[in-house]
């Protein structure tokens, strides 16, 4: 269970204090796929890395199954990032230096895993559709085929939480159906809950949960 309890993230502007994320307060069930739709700068992916503890809020708090992120150590919130939840960036995130299949092994290289996963990777591979370009380089990908990479990195330690932040923004529309087919069977198969940042509203029609974020603010649209 994801629950976030008021919370706020400033930012500083010309010496005003902006609220990004503006006393926002929900719960996103174990094993729920939830949405959250808003107009461009209304504070999605800022809200998202306070979920994911990417970023620190200026109050409030976030509570993955009872444990208050922010009160852990470094070392404890990036193990636990790094077991729990996977973050699909809104904006490309590859090394350049590593290949496609090394890319999605990356998170594996932290932490104890005591199991080869190459074998999966190579499946998350073909999941996206991308098999034949498992030793390509990001910068001869495409953006879209670095989006899919990026995807299937974010399965690859098994996590009970994905954070996606539009996660098929620059996808074709049948990419666009299987990933979001691949999120349904995840959801269904492993229990894996999902938060879906998306401009798409059939997309985030497609989720039991639908948030709404507008200034900072969050309502919940479907258990309104
Ligand atoms: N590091 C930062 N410093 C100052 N202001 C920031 C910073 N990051 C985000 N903001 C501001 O906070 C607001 C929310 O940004 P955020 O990226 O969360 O929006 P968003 O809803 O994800 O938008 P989009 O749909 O365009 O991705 C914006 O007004 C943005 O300019
Ligand atoms: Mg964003």
New binding site residues.
């Given amino acids: 269970m994801i629950e976030v309890r008021e919370l706020t ?1 400033t ?3 010309d010496g005003q204090v ?1 609220k ?2 503006d006393n926002v307060s929900f719960v996103i069930g174990r094993g729920e796929m939830a949405s959250i739709i ?12 306070l979920i994911g503890g990417l ?1 620190k809020p200026a109050s409030g708090s976030v509570l993955i199954e009872g444990k208050a992120i922010w009160s852990m150590s470094d070392d404890e919130l990036s193990g636990f990032r790094n077991r729990k939840m996977n973050f699909i960036y ?1 904006f490309s995130s590859l090394v350049p230096t590593l290949t496609a299949l090394e890319n999605i092994l990356l998170p594996t290289a932290f932490g104890d895993h005591g199991e080869n996963l190459v074998d999966y990777a190579r499946e998350l591979l073909g999941v996206v559709g991308l098999t034949e370009k498992e030793n390509s380089y990001p910068s001869h990908l495409s953006g879209g085929q670095q989006r899919r990479i990026a995807i299937a990195r974010a399965f690859i330690n098994k996590p009970d939480i994905v954070l996606a ?2 996660p098929t923004g620059d996808l074709d529309e049948d990419t666009e159906n299987e990933i979001i087919a691949l999120f349904n069977r995840m959801n269904k198969d492993a229990g894996t809950t999902f938060v879906i ?1 998306t ?1 798409n509203k059939e997309i985030a029609a497609l989720t039991g949960h639908q948030l709404k ?1 507008a200034n ?1 603010i969050v309502s919940d649209i479907s258990r309104a």
């Fill in positions: 993230k930012y500083v502007l902006f990004a994320v808003g107009h461009s700068g209304s504070g999605k992916t800022t809200l998202l890395s970023t809104q932040d539009e940042v401009h974020m900072g």
